[in-house]
């Protein structure tokens, strides 16, 4: 060995003895990893052990020490980023010294490897972190006849045992549902797959519904002729690289999506494409595109579209047949204009009219528009000859802007930009998301996961559902507004209607709600009225804090979950990860304890729960599809009987596109890709070949830019009234509402608008008490330069945030990349208020959110009104030198 490499080996080796304090007494004999070094070598090159002299000086990686006897196991990368990459652990004698990312094949443009980004690489942590929950906690100040609601989230801990913990929730959902009815059980559950289950077989709970991270598209998109949740559409990364121009429209996959993706636009850059990127802030995808920057307020994005719609339909006036594609139009789509409107029209109103100020004798100009959005009018101008027919545009959208409140015309408007131009298909042209792993790569799934065969047990019908940023004032006022079940993939919507609902009893599986609902100030009011909290988790995150009993669960590298390979996929690529080690400490999964709750309430177990470990694994495995031809899909897996009886699981053997044998040691299966494959297909294709034979989901079969039907959704909730076609809506909370005098632009009290962009260090609220993260990511609050220089503010300072829902402290970090008048904070920051002040120094975007919704029930994440200054109290402290939130044991 050189000297040379022995230097290198010593600056990549993390020493025990000089280890963080955070490492676990496990982890400090063990880990060897820096961030640096955590790619990996491959295992194939194992040098000679070295002399005893050479051992003073540094320790060998362990995958390279031949005196090691290890393997690596691929790991899951569970959180919701949509990165979706691989992981592996060294594992040795049960224990895990290693961890690396992809690095098993060659990585190559056909088929690149699956590297994951810092937040997979620090997955490590997640299971050997000193805050990790290894067994049942109470807290003291809790019991059954005296729950002293008002000591949550300050009081003290104690140590109990599984049956002991198990016993007390069985006897408090007994009680709460012969008392007060099943309504009075709110369990915010993502899918009744687990403890879901259990509580609708006792029959039924109090569910919720929300916009989420989708804002106003997570709501029936079909009705207007756009897919769930307006996702799958849009081009793959091959035909992307036919675009003359590519507009991200609040796009932040650098940080939202980590992975391949940004790669996947930067090959697009390198193929000639222009980008261009929409919204308040400059990111750090648009830089590294070099993308040319269109400012937009945040809230005023349906006033930017509708002043770039008047400007191509002047355009298209000015030199006919050169801009719009009315021919695109008259064939796919209705309520453009008077002379095309659905069967179902109930006026003549209609899109184009209504831009051109026929209706309200109010032009929707770019001038018009640039005094409410920001947007200088060239800008707007410019936008508009971009979106020509002449061009081959890929126009992708995130959905910040649909986070926002009275953004219900955002979908028809951003979707009908695309239709005038013609831009929904044909070579280098779509219109769609781009959005979690389908960032940079979308259209048709190549590859879907299979599942483990247990089937959700449906909640009771008619169950209360409450809206989430509703909640908090159902449970401390006793009523709400009722308007259906539906959320995402499920549902109905209802009209308005007022009903009564007394809640007892909050269960959180696995989810951060109180962290994640608008308004956490009084979601923590909430917390404290109810009788009974439990959280189920693996840190003292917030729920778990403001609980009464909590449960340690696995992490995924501790378990045979199949139900996680379902979601690690991409469109060409889905990861099958292993358990990598038993579990920690006293720790059970979320099915283990979903049985055991349920037994203790009398409910039939395996009729609830029929597969479990070994056979979910392997009916996952078997029920995996690939694309075979556009006429559908076929197994994806040879697997034999051999194959069958060493999985331990029942089944037949089946023929499919690749060995089983594959998924062995890289943990993943993926379709590699070349020019020419006809694997380019997108959700688009089969509506533009035939509208007539393929019609989309709307009552007209046709995009539709006017419809009854969705103006009828929104406006029978209750909560204000949109047309069927797009007009612009003074949001609530928005940059109008930053006035006292709109008229004569004077400032009100919270003269800041702020937007919580998805942050590098976190998936969303996962991750956030990472030491490795922390460091390397201090969430700061963003300002502008020039409006920090206007109140005092210097790089570093501490700053008070305040909205009149609630304040937090943040160092300041000065930019030029935000608009004036507009802050960033990054979301999903863990909460900690001080009691006696009430202002929160853990800086949670949602302490200063307020629990308040507009038309279909959108959280307005985007939405908010601050007012920024510098701090008078003492600094605040960068948070990685913190200690880790734990609990305080008695």
Not at 227 to 235: D, F, Q, S, T, V
Not at 534 to 550: C, E, L, M, P, W
Request: with cysteine; aromatic share 10%; charged share 20%.
């Amino acid at each position: 060995m050189q000297e040379r490499d022995k230097m290198d080996l010593t600056r990549r080796t993390f020493v025990a003895t000089g280890a963080s304090a955070a490492v676990t007494a496990a982890m400090a004999a063990s880990l060897t990893a820096t961030t640096a070094a955590l790619s990996g070598c491959s295992p194939e090159t194992k040098p000679q052990a070295a002399d005893s002299a050479q051992k003073t000086i540094f320790r060998l990686d362990p995958e390279l020490d031949p005196n090691i006897d290890g393997k690596w196991v691929p790991v899951a990368c569970w959180h919701n980023c949509g990165g979706r990459c691989a992981n592996y652990a060294f594992v040795s004698n049960g224990k895990v010294l290693r961890q690396k990312t992809d690095d098993f094949k060659d990585d190559s443009w056909e088929s690149p490897q699956q590297r994951s980004c810092l937040r997979g690489r620090s997955q490590q942590w997640q299971t050997f972190a000193e805050d990790r929950l290894l067994y049942p906690i109470k807290r003291k100040g809790w019991s059954p006849d005296a729950p002293n609601g008002q000591m949550r989230g300050k009081d003290q801990w104690e140590r109990i045992s599984w049956d002991d913990a198990l016993d007390y929730i069985a006897a408090e959902l007994i009680k709460a549902k012969e008392r007060y009815g099943n309504s009075s059980i709110f369990c915010p559950a993502n899918s009744n797959i687990t403890i879901g289950s259990a509580l609708a077989a006792f029959g039924g709970y109090t569910n919720y519904t929300d916009s989420a991270s989708f804002g106003c598209f997570n709501d029936n998109m079909a009705v207007i002729g756009l897919p769930l949740m307006g996702l799958g559409n849009a081009y793959d990364r091959l035909a992307m690289q036919k675009s003359e121009y590519i507009v991200l429209y609040g796009c932040n996959p650098a940080w939202a999506s980590g992975g391949n993706q940004t790669w996947y636009f930067y090959q697009a850059k390198e193929a000639g494409a222009q980008f261009i990127f929409v919204g308040p802030e400059y990111n750090v995808s648009a830089s590294l595109l070099d993308a040319r920057w269109i400012r937009v307020r945040p809230g005023t994005d349906t006033a930017f579209l509708l002043a770039v719609a008047y400007e191509m339909l002047k355009a298209e006036e000015a030199a006919p047949g050169s801009v719009v594609d009315q021919d695109f139009l008259n064939k796919y789509c209705v309520g453009f204009d008077s002379e095309h409107m659905p069967d179902d029209a109930t006026t003549t109103e209609n899109f184009k009219d209504y831009v051109l100020g026929a209706l309200d004798q109010m032009p929707k100009t770019a001038e018009w528009a640039s005094e409410i959005t920001g947007t200088p009018v060239e800008d707007i101008r410019w936008y508009a000859q971009i979106m020509s027919k002449q061009n081959k545009v890929g126009i992708l959208h995130s959905f910040a802007a649909a986070r926002c409140h009275n953004s219900e015309s955002l979908p028809q408007l951003f979707y009908g930009i695309g239709a005038m131009g013609g831009h929904f298909g044909g070579e280098g042209n779509t219109v769609g998301s781009a959005y979690h792993t389908q960032a940079g790569n979308n259209g048709f799934p190549l590859i879907l996961p299979g599942g483990n065969q247990n089937k959700e047990t449906p909640n009771i019908q008619g169950a209360d559902t409450l809206r989430a940023p509703e909640v908090w004032d159902a449970i401390l006022n006793n009523k709400y507004n009722y308007t259906g079940d539906f959320s995402m993939r499920q549902g109905t919507h209802m009209p308005s209607e007022e009903r009564s609902i007394d809640i007892h009893i909050i269960y959180n599986e696995h989810t951060n709600y109180l962290q994640t609902f608008p308004g956490i100030n009084k979601g923590i009011e909430a917390y404290r009225k109810v009788d009974f909290v439990v959280t189920q988790g693996h840190f003292f995150n917030t729920v778990a804090k403001y609980s009464d009993i909590v449960l340690p669960v696995t992490t995924l590298w501790e378990r045979e979950d199949a139900s996680v390979m379902t979601q690690m996929s991409g469109r060409e690529f889905a990861y099958y990860p292993q358990k990598a080690i038993e579990p920690q400490g006293e720790t059970k999964d979320d099915i283990q304890i979903s049985r055991l709750l349920a037994t203790r309430l009398g409910l039939d177990v395996d009729a609830i729960y029929p597969f479990t470990g070994k056979q979910a694994k392997y009916n996952t495995l078997a029920s995996s599809l690939t694309f075979i031809s556009k006429d559908g899909m076929g197994p994806l897996f040879t697997i034999s009987q051999e194959e069958i009886d060493s999985l331990g699981a029942s089944g037949k053997p089946q023929d499919g596109m690749m060995p089983l044998s594959v998924i062995a040691q890289s943990g993943y299966a993926q379709i590699p890709r070349s020019e020419g494959d006809h694997l380019s297909v997108s959700g688009w294709d089969a509506f533009l070949a035939d509208p007539d034979a393929k019609p989309l989901a709307s009552k007209s079969g046709r995009f539709e830019f006017y419809c009854e039907e969705w103006a009828k959704i929104v406006n029978q909730q209750g909560r204000s009234t949109i047309k069927p076609y797009p007009t612009y809506i003074r949001p609530m909370d928005g940059y109008e509402d930053s006035f006292s005098d709109w008229e004569n632009k004077t400032k009100g009290e919270y003269p800041f608008q702020i937007t919580n962009p998805h942050y590098l260090r976190r998936s969303h609220t996962v991750f956030n008490n990472i030491g490795w993260l922390r460091e390397a990511y201090p969430n700061p609050v963003f300002i502008n330069s020039d409006d920090a220089k206007a109140k005092g503010i210097a790089q570093g300072d501490t700053v008070l945030v305040s909205s009149k829902y609630g304040a937090i402290l943040r160092q300041a970090s000065l930019t030029e990349r935000l608009m004036p008048g507009v802050l960033a904070l990054p979301h999903g920051s863990w909460v900690d208020i001080d009691e006696k002040t009430g202002i929160d120094k853990g800086g949670c975007d949602n302490s200063l959110v307020g629990p308040v919704c507009t038309g279909a029930g959108i959280s307005g994440y985007n939405t908010t009104l601050v007012n920024v200054e510098k701090y008078t109290g003492p600094n605040l402290q960068p948070d990685y030198l913190w200690q880790p939130q734990m609990p305080q044991m008695a």
